[in-house]
């Protein structure tokens, strides 16, 4: 559910009307609505403490990692999932506790850990031996213990995209199953590691149940296993990936799945972490544009609007499906006909849909790409020289621009010519 919805023939971001914020800041512009953020926050902590689970939400920043966004969350009690030095930083503006900061990520450097040792984050969640070894040193020339789970790859199939599934052998993902036991007892050797828990995190947009039941099974597997090796194991962190519906899709409830988190692990006397990034943010949030111009080709019309696959990558990427609606309602009776809805970047891919069927549009017209929260904003680039969208940020009748847009001559500002140029 979200609070995006058609009041009087215009859409409307909870009491403001989606057509006043393209008039006030332009377009393509990135509206999130505050009430669906925290409905869907709202919902999932219901359901985690519902099933009785001692369970905390870190929510995973790379899906929408704009600072009012984080703070919104954090206000609700969020802590945040970290990938990078970068997303720590915008997590600590937002002002959410370092002790509610996990840190995830399989390529982390030197300067990231020591930055996130320094900050005095909850939880690293470490991928390898490698990063075990170096993050121990870093740890030890400090004085201190760095707190780590294993992130452990299960072996599943999420079941979902190619390109974000994480969990299976061939993933470049958390430490080899065969091995977890091996490298725990690495773990518990390293002067600057404090061995406190288990992570996973096995993909994103999943839609069915049956692949987290199978990876939290498994974790409990493991659980016993090292709790008869003598380790105290205190944390579960289960990471994210509950889908959302872009197209019609059914995924689980949160309800669903915080069941089976408590039928698999809630007698572990575990205290749990979930990594939701999408299910929190996905559905609140619009991408607005406008038709730049309609255009007859040999074999289909299009739509050209002036967002393009840099402000929202995921159609190029997944081929991922997002509806696209008028901003004014068409009629009922309008009179539909198939049409591809693209941008004006010079390569194929940027195509935000194909032979949908809309209503008339005309140059001006203002459409809306709806559950644009997660993996849109985030993802963006500045490809063909294009500015990066702003994002507007919505709460009652009231609106704000939480990231505004750069001007050209910010974006020609960062580079040089060399003195050989000159
Ligand atoms: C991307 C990611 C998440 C969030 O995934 P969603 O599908 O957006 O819920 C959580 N944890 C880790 C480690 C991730 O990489």
Avoid at 207 to 230: H, Q, S, Y
Avoid at 371 to 390: D, E, F, I
Avoid at 398 to 418: G, K
Wanted: glycine share 10%; net charge negative; hydrophobic share 45%.
């Amino acid at each position: 559910m979200d609070h995006f919805e058609y009041r009087d023939g215009w859409l409307f971001a909870e009491d403001v009307p989606v057509a006043a914020i393209a008039e006030a800041v332009g377009t393509p512009a990135y509206c999130y609505s505050t009430a669906t953020l925290a409905r869907h926050y709202g919902v999932l902590a219901d359901a985690l403490s519902g099933a009785g689970l001692d369970a905390g939400i870190c929510y995973a920043v790379k899906a929408n990692s704009n600072i009012a966004v984080i703070r919104t969350l954090a206000a609700l009690g969020a802590g945040a999932d970290v990938v990078s030095e970068g997303e720590l930083r915008r997590a600590l503006a937002a002002g959410v506790p370092a002790d509610r900061i996990v840190f995830s990520g399989v390529g982390k450097t030197a300067e990231e850990l020591a930055f996130a040792l320094e900050s005095g984050i909850h939880q690293i969640n470490v991928e390898s031996e490698p990063e075990l070894a170096l993050l121990s040193e870093i740890a030890v020339a400090r004085g201190m213990r760095a707190p780590v789970a294993l992130r452990v790859n299960p072996d599943v199939d999420a079941g979902t995209h190619e390109k974000i599934t994480t969990g299976r052998k061939e993933n470049k993902f958390g430490i080899e199953w065969a091995r977890a036991r091996e490298i725990y007892r690495q773990a518990r050797d390293l002067p600057g590691i404090d061995v406190v828990g288990v992570a996973c995190h096995i993909g994103s947009q999943l839609t069915d149940i049956a692949p987290f039941r199978e990876a939290f099974l498994r974790i409990r597997d493991l659980v016993a296993v090292l709790r008869a090796d003598g380790f105290t194991i205190r944390r579960l962190d289960l990471g994210g990936g509950l889908g959302v519906p872009y197209e019609g899709e059914t995924p689980p409830s949160p309800a669903d799945y915080a069941r089976a988190m408590a039928a698999t692990l809630g007698d572990l006397g575990c205290r749990l972490v979930v990594e939701p990034g999408r299910l929190l943010v996905g559905n609140a949030g619009i991408l607005i544009t406008r038709v730049v111009r309609m255009k007859e080709g040999a074999t289909r019309t299009f739509a050209i609007v002036d967002a393009a696959m840099n402000d929202l990558l995921r159609p190029a990427l997944y081929d991922a499906h997002h509806a696209i609606v008028p901003v004014a309602q068409a009629p009922a009776d309008a009179p539909r006909r198939p049409m591809d809805v693209v941008g004006p970047i010079c390569e194929t891919g940027d195509t935000f849909a194909r032979q949908r069927s809309l209503p008339p549009l005309a140059a001006g017209d203002l459409l809306v790409l709806r559950t644009a929260g997660a993996y849109g904003a985030s993802m963006a680039s500045t490809y063909n020289s294009r500015l990066l969208v702003p994002e507007i940020l919505v709460k009652g009748a009231h609106f704000a621009v939480v990231r505004r847009r750069p001007t050209y001559e910010e974006m020609l500002a960062a580079e040089t010519v060399p003195d050989w140029l000159t």
